[in-house]
């Protein structure tokens, strides 16, 4: 889960409960992050866990606004001929430059997402993550 930045010096500061339960995984494969309902492509996912995500795009993201999300798999990801997607609803958590300042780094939080596309984001973290 990304609701505080990854980096924040703070977090000496923040409850148990407001700290991350689940460790992210960084993947090395990029997964491309597309906006369902504007059909426009937000930028890559960075990190995954099963509660969100790091998102790297070209344009800062408003936070605390949800998103229609597709998640673009690879096109070999589980011997399919065809690529699959992954889609979901997550809210915006934050955004700020990346280290790169012709980037943005956004966390997102997942808001409606099935069980199985759940299963999914495990199954990539487990081919693709690090």
């Known amino acids: 889960m990304y609701i505080h930045k990854p980096f924040d010096n ?3 500061a923040l409850s148990p409960a407001e700290k991350r ?3 992210r995984h960084h993947l090395i494969y990029y997964l491309r992050i597309w906006d369902a309902k504007q059909d426009q492509l937000l930028g890559h996912v960075a990190d995954v866990s099963t509660e969100g995500f790091l998102l790297v ?3 800062k993201l408003p936070k605390d606004k949800e998103y229609d999300i597709v ?3 690879p096109v070999n990801y589980d011997n399919a001929e065809e690529a699959e997607s992954i889609a979901f609803k997550a809210v915006s958590c934050w955004s700020t430059n990346d280290v790169n300042k012709q980037f943005f780094d956004t966390g997102f ?3 409606d997402i099935s069980e199985e596309n759940i299963e999914k ?3 990539v973290i ?5």
């Open 57 to 59: 795009g070209e344009e």
């Open 10 to 12: 703070h977090n000496f």
């Open 109 to 111: 939080r997942f808001t």
């Open 71 to 73: 998640m673009r798999l």
């Open 126 to 130: 487990g081919e693709y993550g690090i």
């Open 21 to 23: 339960t689940l460790s």
């Open 121 to 123: 984001i495990i199954n």
